[in-house]
Nanobody, 115 residues
Framework: QVQLVESGGGLVQPGGSLRLSCAAS????????MGWYRQAPGKERELVAR???????MYADGVKGRVTISRNGAENAVYLQMSSLKPEDTAVYYC?????????WGQGTQVTVSS
């Protein structure tokens, strides 16, 4: 069973930066898509950013220019570099991966932006 292990969440002040990491336990697979979603209290889970095996990226309108997604295909790892963070970015961030029709989710890591 594929497990996604997340790290990097925590408390950061407005305007600060944070780097999230996610690594898949199964190193033999090259995932078609990996990415990050987030869910704030009372809101639906939403896409933050995704990256394909070919390096094509997609960003949510609300985070464009403030986040950068990257991946290490050989290690099946995905990263999310966030900067200029706002209180509105506070949410649980979930790692996501897909290979063929199979989807996997991490347990989520809390990101809190507050002074």
């Amino acid at each position: 069973q594929v497990q996604l292990v997340e790290s990097g969440g925590g408390l950061v002040q407005p305007g600060g930066s944070l780097r999230l990491s996610c690594a898949a336990s199964e190193s033999r697979f090259r995932f078609n898509v990996m990415g990050w979603y987030r869910q704030a209290p009372g809101k639906e889970r939403e896409l933050v950013a995704r990256i394909s095996s070919g390096g094509m990226t997609m960003y949510a309108d609300g985070v464009k220019g403030r986040v950068t997604i990257s991946r290490n295909g050989a290690e099946n790892a995905v990263y999310l570099q966030m900067s200029s963070l706002k209180p509105e970015d506070t949410a649980v961030y979930y790692c996501y991966s897909r290979i063929l029709t199979m989807e996997y989710w991490g347990q989520g890591t809390q990101v809190t932006v507050s002074s």
